[in-house]
């Protein structure tokens, strides 16, 4: 089995082929290639089990052992999430038309916006913007070095903590402070 990308699965669609099989491994062969064609557009996998015609139970046999199944099954979730994601990133640029009665008006359409869809996509991909913005302004910092900064800093918040405690020890023992921050 070859694996095929995206756009491929995408376009094979769940067309059945109601060609008679030759042999009981040319029908598992289209059966599996169905398969990942309606996995790839749904991210079901009863769904596309069913559309196929296979026992769920040799959909995981196969995907268990046999490597390349696995990976095309990897590749088409990974396809129908990346297009999922699409779509719901679409509703949140472009927003839903929705429909609303008002009174005196009567039906009225509006454009709404997902905000709190928006937000989980924003966080999911907080990261990924992170690390593009500094490959663009050419931030190359290694992980060392990140760390490096980090117990820096945290070592200055110590500092700053103890001298805050020191300042307030004196202060309750009634002794003018000298803190300069």
Known sequence: MTQKNGTEIAKQGSTNDNRPAKSKQELAKRQKEIFLAELAVS???????????????????????????????????????AMLEAALLDRCLNGTDKEIHRAGEGVVKIREYDNATALRLLMVHKEMVAMARAAREGIHESKSDIRAKID??????????????????????????TDSE
């Open 43 to 81: 991210v079901n996998v009863t769904a596309s089990a069913a559309k196929a015609d296979i026992p769920i139970s040799n959909l995981y046999y196969w995907r268990e052992h046999d490597p390349e199944f696995c990976s095309a099954w990897m590749f088409a979730l990974e396809t129908g999430y």
């Open 152 to 177: 820096r800093k945290l070592d200055e918040m110590r500092d700053r903590l103890q001298k805050r405690r020191d300042a307030e020890q004196i202060s309750s023992r009634g002794l003018p402070t």
